[in-house]
Structures are given as C-alpha cells and as structure tokens.
C-alpha cells in the first residue's frame, strides 16, 4: 500500500501524472493564480485535483468538477477517511457525510449516510431534486436508493482489522485518535497514513465561479450517529461567489463550534487573504479551546474570486493540493504549532 510519501512520489513519476503538468513541494507562497484552479484539503487529491481538472480544463463547471474529484478518494479503498474503505465507527459500521455548494448557495448534503459509496452523489442530487439542504440517516439511504444507488458494504478487510485492533481496548478518544495513529504511522515508517483525511475541495472555473464539495467518513470508532463539520455548510464548507470558499479538515466539533468555512469567507469578505483568512480562523479555535487545542488537529483551506488560494492548520504535518494551468502543487501548510 502506497504511503503517503511514496504515493507523492509515485504521483511525480507514473501515469497518474497525465493531467498532472508539473508537481513541486514547496514551502506555502502561495502567489495570484489563474482561472481555472482546484484546491483540495491533502496531498494524496492530487488525484481527485486531476480528475477535477478533466472538466475545469475543458471549460467545464466548477460544480461539476468538485463533483467527481472528490469521487476519487471516496472510491479508494485505501483511503481510510473517506467513502469505501473509510474507518468505521466505534460499533464497527461505517457511516458518511458530505455536502456539495454551488456559485449562487444552492447546496446539499447527507449526514449518517451507510451503504453507499459515493455520498458526494447523493448530496448533489439533494440539491438538485429535493427542496432541502440536508438528509440524514435512513431517509438519505432511502432516498439513494430511490434514485438508483446499490447498497454496497463499505468496510474493507483491512478496516475492520483496524477496528478489531482497537476494540482491543477500546479507549474511546475519537478526538485524538488521528494524532496517536499518525504517530504509530511514523513510529512504523508508514509515513502519514492516517493523518485526518477529509477530503475539502474548491474549484473556480473559466466562467469565474466557486464551488466546493467536502466529503468524509468522519472520525475513526466514533460514537454511533455522531456527525462532524464536513456535511454541514458554513461548517465543513462555504461558498460565496462574491467573495470566496472555505473547506476543512480535522476534528469537526472545533470547526461546527466556530461556523468555520463560513468564517474563512467572512474574514476574506472583510478584505484578508485567504492565507491570513484560514490563520484568523485557527486562532479563533485555539483561542476558544485554550491547552485541548494543543491535542488537536484542524486545517482550513480557502480560495478568493481572484484566483488567491491558502490554507492554515492548528498543528504541523496539513497539506493541500492544488492544480492550476501551470501544474500541479502540494503546499506544506503553516501552522500554530
Ligand atoms: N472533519 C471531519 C469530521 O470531523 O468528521
């Protein structure tokens, strides 16, 4: 299995580098980009970046386009945060959330959704059939189903081996599993598998509009029914094509408790960038949640109508991927910590 190490550098010298022109890991500067671009929370979506850029490169709509990037690492089994294959709650069942925002605040989104491999789907058609925001649960998957989606188990073996490990003891510290699995991770060389890998992602397409998708299987042995930030908008994401868009990665609660995206956007609104928009936001977490912030991880990225990107995390080790019309980039976000 790829790490995260070895997956950047295959991503630099194999076929998956097709759409991908140029790839460079660098310090954050990020400088004014051109239309188009997409952002993604994560330096494996590189991946989701390219399959994203098949319909921003041909013109195509940024709602579109967030639409099927994201569908890359919900497919993924090896992906252990996101759709099939995502780490189970702490009843061994793996649940998902997302949502989907387009350039004029039409959005949708699922919450507790089970079975179905590409929540992204289903939230888009939320927005586009129903008249709400939001389904939850049983009414979502019935809903899927209704419109054509196959049940499909989403625990994968190496998943539920992970859960049975962790049943073990059964410490329940879902805030802070992440942060301890991703020590173990380096302990054992496997680089930064499971860092929380929510996949955030904003795309402003050729016509100068904003959208963004986020989607997630939320936070590893959780409690069953527990949502997180990612399919609430203005938590987990923010669009608003007069001024900019905001995902986010991490632990939900900290990100719900703050509206975070929509105070990414808020922030740009009053005239930040959206590097200095994603650090006001952080700060505002840390500041609320003093000595427990030091135990958590949350990361913000953000696009303006410009074209600007940025992004900001409360500790070290958050990355986000960006694909414009010069190639290909992971910036190494900075941090509080
Ligand atoms: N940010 C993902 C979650 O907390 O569920």
């Not at 940025?310 to 190639?327: D, N, S």
């Amino acid at each position: 299995m790829l790490n995260r190490r070895t997956f950047l550098q295959s991503s630099l010298f194999t076929s998956a580098s097709i759409f991908i022109k140029k790839t460079v890991i660098g310090a954050a500067s990020p400088k004014k980009r051109n239309k188009p671009l997409v952002i993604s929370t994560w330096e494996p979506n590189v991946t989701a970046n390219a399959e994203a850029w098949k319909i921003l490169g041909k013109g195509g709509k940024a709602i579109d386009a967030v639409e099927a990037g994201v569908q890359i690492p919900e497919a993924n089994p090896h992906d252990q945060s996101v759709g099939y294959g995502g780490l189970p709650d702490r009843d061994g069942k793996v649940t998902l959330d997302a949502c989907i925002m387009d350039e004029t605040g039409n959005c949708g989104g699922v919450v507790f959704l089970e079975y179905i491999v590409h929540p992204i789907k289903v939230a888009r058609l939320v927005m586009d059939k129903t008249p709400h925001v939001l389904l939850a649960g049983e009414g979502a998957l019935q809903f899927a189903l209704e419109n054509g989606f196959k049940k499909e188990n989403l625990l994968t073996p190496e998943s539920e081996k992970a859960w049975k490990d962790w049943l073990k003891t059964s410490k329940y510290d879902p805030m802070t599993i992440p942060k301890l699995l991703q020590e173990k991770d380096l302990k054992d060389g496997r680089g930064q598998q499971h860092n929380h890998d929510t996949i955030g992602m904003i795309a402003l397409d050729e016509a100068g509009n904003l959208s963004g998708a986020c989607t997630t299987s939320g936070m590893a042995y959780k409690m069953r029914g527990r949502v997180g930030d990612s399919p609430i908008i203005g938590a987990g994401l923010f669009v608003d094509n007069e001024v900019g868009a905001a995902t986010s990665t991490g632990v939900g609660e900290e990100v719900i408790r703050i509206c975070g995206s929509h105070t990414v956007v808020e922030y740009m609104r009053m005239g930040l960038s959206p590097d200095e928009a994603c650090k006001k936001t952080v700060e505002r977490i840390a500041k609320k949640r003093g000595d427990k912030a030091n135990d958590l991880q949350v990361g913000f990225i953000a696009v303006n109508t410009n074209g600007d990107i940025g992004g900001y995390a409360l500790q070290k080790g958050f990355t986000y991927a960006v694909q414009t019309t010069e190639g290909s980039k992971v910036y190494h976000s900075k941090s509080m910590f």
